[in-house]
């Protein structure tokens, strides 16, 4: 799990990355909750799902967006840390020509950027969204959405309420062509106390529902 800086719009971007198991492994980039929530690369969700697309042979990219760690710059309330996540894409790809898939995976603020990046990059072929704050931020770019994906969200949660998120998944199910699945964790809240082990599981399986019927 080395440490790399890359080169972003406002200076350099710290990450963790973990080389594919093969030279046309599938890619994966990871991002963390809202920087001005203490949100990082290490949170214990991010890290989470950096591990599952890890064990699974992929390429796999986390980082502080500016401002955060030891990244550079400050926060620029959704379209730097946009620009950052391109950045990190761009990276990964590049380092990564050959690659069979292409995923990105949020936790948070992070499954909202994740979403938009989503939108500018239509190679992208899936996506985690875990906790999306849909209630705090206008989802509606997602017409269309490019990509089959999984929102997990959790019962308790009374930052963003379940009814915010199956708000956004009823509109997306209404598209041809793409499959959106959605789980509701019992008694799991906004930050996942105590339910880390079912993103674990829950993510875990439906990668490799994905990766069973379209393998990377």
Request: proline share 7%.
């Amino acid at each position: 799990m080395p440490e790399v800086i890359l080169p972003g719009a406002s200076g350099r971007i710290e990450g963790r990355y973990s080389p594919g198991k093969r030279a046309n492994a599938p890619i994966a980039l990871i991002l963390h909750p809202h920087p001005k929530a203490g949100g990082h690369m290490n949170n214990p969700v991010t890290v989470t799902l950096y591990q599952l697309f890890q064990k699974r042979g992929f390429a796999t990219l986390r980082y502080n967006s500016r401002g955060v760690g030891k990244s550079q710059g400050e926060f620029d309330s959704g379209i730097g840390e946009l620009a950052d996540a391109a950045t990190a894409l761009d990276w990964l790809q590049s380092n990564n020509p050959a690659a069979t898939q292409t995923w990105v995976a949020g936790y948070q603020f992070g499954a909202y950027i994740g979403m938009q990046l989503l939108m500018r990059r239509p190679e992208t072929d899936g996506f985690i969204s875990v906790s999306p704050p849909s209630n705090m931020y206008d989802f509606s770019f997602l017409a269309p959405c490019p990509a089959s994906g999984l929102f997990l969200h959790g019962t308790a949660d009374t930052i963003v309420p379940p009814v915010e998120v199956e708000r956004v998944v009823n509109k997306l199910r209404t598209q041809k062509g793409i499959v959106i699945d959605y789980e509701l964790e019992e008694g799991a809240s906004h930050f996942w106390q105590d339910h880390i082990d079912a993103v674990d599981r829950r993510v875990g399986l439906y990668l490799d529902k994905r990766l069973e019927a379209e393998p990377a």
